[in-house]
């Protein structure tokens, strides 16, 4: 299967950069490259791309979609975790703008191999990255039932996540849970009927959730978000799209600590933490898909993007710490 992944707010996002011909952009979540083609088009002699990915069929993907722009193109097969570190090692101390697109592709959603769809039977497998060693066979075999209640609670917000994990742990001492269709259906036996019929299919939460905790998603995305902002230029932009709550709840509280992080108590006169300020918040409410892209694309409803324009104090310490 052909590495296809429509993207999502691609005008919006295209927009939001605020690209320069000759500036420099890291797509830290490069897919197929559906972004970053609209991106590279915009850059001229002296303009360059970034594209980190850490799945292997994305980096292929991507690197033949942009063969044309080689010249201005350099991809790198790294989690956007390090993007710090792949920017120390090419010897660029600051970014034009940083693009985050948070959602699976359509492609690893698809590709029944991968075990992150729970329509049809695969391995569990959910990895992004197949260099690492922890799959979804490993999370549903061998968590303890609170570590599994508390990832479909809190990265899956499944009201029935103890109901699922009690099932869980009484399948696997018949045997060890292998494909996604077997863990499926022990989700749907899990949820009463009536909660079954409402809300579209009820093992959406429990795979997100594992797929989530599999992947490190939302430590990753929390460990990395002030360092990007770190790395940008002054006036350079971090877009970031999101595609459920818990992602943009830290997207958005992020932002906001860094354009106001001063701890002072409300009643000090003056700051004295000495916390200043990284740039201003662009998107004070997310910009969201239009009717048109979500009935094209359904895949796009839940979309939500921030923007964040970065200012650099004069005062500040210009070297960037890897």
């Known amino acids: 299967m052909a590495f296809e992944h429509k993207p999502v707010l691609l005008t919006e996002t295209i927009e939001a950069l605020n690209i320069r011909p000759d500036g420099i952009y890291v797509d830290g979540t490069l897919g197929g490259a559906g972004h970053s083609s609209e991106i590279v088009k915009r850059l001229t002699e002296g303009g360059r791309l970034i594209g980190i990915d850490r799945d292997a069929d994305a980096v292929r993907a991507a690197t033949e979609r942009l063969a044309a722009y080689s010249d201005r193109v350099t991809i790198v097969r790294e989690n956007y975790l390090n993007t710090a570190a792949v920017l120390k090692e090419l010897q ?28 049809g039977d695969a391995p569990l497998d959910m990895r992004m990255d197949d260099r690492q060693e922890l799959t979804a066979a490993f999370i549903v075999n061998e968590y303890s039932e609170a ?9 899956g917000e499944e009201k029935f996540a103890a109901s699922i994990a009690r099932r869980i742990l009484a399948a696997r001492e018949k045997k060890p849970l292998e494909t996604t269709g077997e863990l499926a259906e022990i989700v749907k036996e899990a949820i009463p009927a009536k909660f079954r019929r409402t809300g579209g299919n009820p093992c959406k939460r429990t795979f ?25 230029a002054d006036n350079g932009r971090f877009a970031i799209i999101t ?8 997207v ?9 992080p001063c701890i002072c108590p409300p009643e000090f006169p003056v700051c ?8 201003t918040v ?10 048109a ?24 310490d210009q070297e960037i710490q890897s």
């Open 147 to 155: 570590d599994l209640i508390r990832i479909l609670r809190d990265y």
């Open 282 to 291: 662009i998107t004070r409410k997310p910009i969201l898909p239009s009717e």
């Open 92 to 119: 660029i101390p600051r970014v034009d703008g940083i693009l985050l697109d948070l959602g699976v592709s359509s492609y690893q959603l698809d590709t029944k191999e991968r075990g992150f769809s729970y329509t």
């Open 208 to 232: 997100q959730a594992i797929r989530i905790e599999c992947n490190g998603e939302l430590t990753i995305l929390s460990e990395s978000l002030d360092n990007k902002i770190r790395l940008l």
């Open 243 to 250: 595609f459920h709550s818990l992602e943009d709840r830290i």
């Open 293 to 316: 892209e979500m009935e094209e694309n359904p895949r796009a409803k839940s979309a939500k993007l921030r923007v964040f324009e970065r200012k650099i104090d004069p005062s500040e």
């Open 272 to 279: 004295v933490c000495g916390r200043r300020s990284k740039g």
């Open 252 to 260: 958005k509280d992020s932002f906001r600590t860094n354009e106001h």
